[in-house]
Every structure is written in structure tokens, then in C-alpha cells.
């Protein structure tokens, strides 16, 4: 078997994780975010992903902060359009930063064999973050689509402020080759 025959079988088990890809993360609190079209790259994936019939499991953050955006009950809580969950697709709900924390995600994935994931969505610092290094640590193949995470503007314990860029370049790069590979969507629809 070659090395492409090889890398299409092992795609073909690879579950795409989409990270809480809410409203509330358009509500104007936030301040200023990095990569308007995150979204059109994660619709882009998991459209591919469904056209391929590949699993695709959904996270959504259910904030336990009364005046939050992503609380249960309010409209932010809700998934965007582009990414919406369609029938049959996995949604597991969590209430910290891992996806792995307080959920089944870990065990699903074993159940179905999956070792390799794609992982995108929101915010690239927080939720992105923990989860891929969680999923490092427990040993699964991770790719993170650069191109489909976006983070915010925020100061930093100095208070002086940060860029949203710059904040999403730099744990990009503290992830790629130690919890992941960081690759972009057009070099994941690639593989």
C-alpha cells in the first residue's frame, strides 16, 4: 500500500471536531476578533467531511455565567448556520474549556475506533487549545485547521492589549508539533 492509499484510509476515520461554533460569539462583548471567514473554512470542512460520509462531532459550550452569551436559554447558545448539527451528526455539550472534561468524547471516540481528528472552531486560545492538547495527551492524532479558528482581542496581565492575530499565531504555533500539526483547510481537503 502507498503512502496516498495509506493517508486517504486514515482520513477516512478521521472525525472532524467542530468547537463551539455559537452565536454568542458574535455578541459585541467580545471586542474585536481575528479571521472574519473561520466559518466559510469550517463550513468548507464539514461539508467535505459529510460528502465523505466521515464522522463529525459537534461541541457546543454550555457557560455556567449568568450574563453569558452561550448560557443555556439564550439565542447565543444556539449553533451558527454555517455549521449547524444536521441529523445523525454527534453533539456533545461541555462547561469548561476541554471538550474531553465532563462529556463522553474521549469514550466515543474509542468506541468508534477513531484515532485521528481535525479540530477548528472557536476561540483559538481557549476551547481550541485545551481540547487539542488534551486530545494530544490521550494519545489521538490531531490536525488543527488554522484557517477555521479566530480568537479576540484581549489585554494581557500587564494589561497591555493584544492583538486577536497575534494571539491566535502564537498557540497555533505552540501547538503544531508538540500536541498537533497545524495545517491550513486547503491542505487538509488535500489529504
Not at 470542512?45 to 459537534?58: A, D, F, K, N, S
Not at 448539527?85 to 468508534?112: D, M, Q, R
Amino acid at each position: 500500500m502507498n503512502s496516498s492509499t495509506t493517508q486517504a484510509s486514515q482520513m477516512a476515520q478521521t472525525a472532524l471536531i467542530l468547537i463551539d461554533v455559537q452565536l454568542g460569539f458574535d455578541h459585541p462583548k467580545w471586542g474585536h476578533r481575528n479571521n472574519p471567514a473561520a466559518e466559510q473554512y469550517m463550513a468548507s470542512l464539514l461539508q467535505h467531511w459529510r460528502e465523505h460520509e466521515r464522522p463529525v462531532i459537534h461541541v457546543r459550550h454550555q457557560s455556567q455565567e449568568s450574563a453569558s452569551p452561550l448560557r443555556l436559554g439564550q439565542p447565543g447558545y444556539e449553533f451558527k448556520p454555517l455549521t449547524r448539527p444536521v441529523s445523525g451528526e454527534t453533539i456533545f455539550t461541555k462547561k469548561v474549556n476541554s471538550a474531553f472534561i465532563g462529556t463522553e468524547l474521549e469514550a466515543y471516540l474509542h468506541v468508534k475506533g477513531i484515532k485521528d481528528v481535525v479540530i477548528a472552531g472557536l476561540t483559538t486560545d481557549h476551547c481550541v487549545s485545551t481540547t487539542t492538547r488534551m486530545a494530544g495527551n490521550l494519545g489521538f492524532n490531531v490536525i488543527v485547521a488554522s484557517d477555521a479558528c479566530a480568537t479576540f482581542d484581549r489585554a494581557d496581565v500587564h494589561g497591555e492589549w493584544m492583538l486577536a492575530e497575534d494571539i491566535h499565531r502564537v498557540h497555533l504555533a505552540s501547538l503544531n508539533h508538540e500536541f498537533c500539526e497545524v495545517r491550513t483547510t486547503e491542505q487538509i481537503l488535500a489529504l
